[in-house]
């Protein structure tokens, strides 16, 4: 298994200060020792239309020429909504996603089922707003209406990544998705072999050995993609251990177990680490660059350890 860093931690959203630019991110990713990067798909990182046919082939040679993998590139569609020219939208994006994937060499385009968005204020991204926004709408109509929706999206584009080489990646991600086994269900009802499984141990509903088990033995195969996110630190004996964050209501996750049962299920995929909250300090006070930059360190050094532990680090 190889440890990956997703580009949006470093979007310029979460902590005080701007985004790095893809080419420093890469740089950036290099130095702090990942052996991946995956792409967000979003400006000011990998917009599609933001990217020539030059671009492309810049960020490709770039990536390869820092010894790093293009792990994935990650969409942030919402294929719930009742209105067609919505979905037709978020369609063509996904596609846009597909075809800039398939030019930079990511074999793994990341998709949501509804992704809710952020909102931004004095710099900083928050979830609060846009997720109201799509509970109020989601409760318009009934949940097998919306799951109908996505389930069409997905397979048209479903079928156009198979032709363009590229697979894509369902994450457990809410409000629709509820755990790893509405994941599979749609998965099944999709029926395509460029549709496959992300499931993050970080969104389980449940972080006892029993649950992670029963969903990594329950994806199998299909599981080729995973995230990690969270804080951390140094504990008295100087290991690195995940932290309690302040504003939160979140359990530790059961990363260790994780990485065993994928290693069970013979894994040999990529964890990309996601700074993807508001960096606050003690007195919850917005960090800087910086912060992140400790994090991003830490949060390899962490899954490195277990990884390690387990016989299943890949540099």
């Known amino acids: 298994m190889k440890i990956g860093l997703y580009s949006i931690t470093y979007l310029g959203i979460w902590y ?3 985004a790095l630019s893809l080419a420093d991110f890469i740089q950036k990713a290099k130095q702090l020792g990942y052996s991946g990067i995956e792409i967000d798909g979003k400006r000011p990182h990998g917009n599609p239309m933001d990217l020539s046919a030059k671009a492309r082939q810049e960020i490709k ?11 994935a590139l990650a969409g942030n569609n919402d294929f719930s909504s009742p209105v067609p020219e919505l979905r037709e939208c978020q369609i063509m994006m996904v596609k846009e996603q597909i075809k800039l994937a398939a030019d930079l060499g990511a074999p793994i385009v990341r998709l949501f089922l509804a992704w809710t968005g952020i909102t931004m204020k004095d710099g900083i991204a928050h979830y609060d707003l846009a997720s109201k926004i799509k509970r109020d709408a989601l409760a318009l109509i009934p949940r097998i209406e919306t799951w109908q ?3 069409d999206c997905f397979v048209e584009v479903a079928k156009f990544a198979e032709e363009q080489g590229v697979t894509l990646v369902l994450q457990d991600h809410h409000p629709i998705i509820r755990d790893h086994r509405d ?3 749609m998965i099944e009802q999709v029926n395509s072999p460029a549709f496959k499984a992300c499931l993050d141990v970080p969104l389980f509903p449940r972080q006892d050995d029993a649950w992670v088990r029963e969903a990594v033995q329950a994806a199998g195969p299909l599981q080729i993609h995973t995230h990690y996110n969270g804080e951390f630190e140094r504990n008295a004996d100087g290991k690195v251990v995940e932290r309690m964050i302040p504003m939160y209501n979140r359990d530790l996750v ?3 177990g994780f990485v065993r049962e994928l290693k069970e299920i013979g894994y040999t995929g990529y964890h990309c680490y996601e700074f993807c909250h508001e960096a606050l300090g003690k007195d919850f006070e ?3 660059i910086e912060y992140i930059d400790a994090q991003a360190a830490l949060a390899l050094e962490f899954l490195r350890d277990i990884m390690i532990a ?3 680090y890949e540099k």
């Open 310 to 312: 387990e016989g299943v």
């Open 16 to 18: 005080k200060g701007g």
């Open 286 to 288: 917005s960090k800087g």
């Open 61 to 71: 040679a770039m990536t390869a020429g820092e010894g790093l993998d293009m792990v």
């Open 183 to 185: 994941v599979l269900d």
């Open 149 to 151: 929706y996505a389930r």
């Open 254 to 256: 059961n990363t260790a």
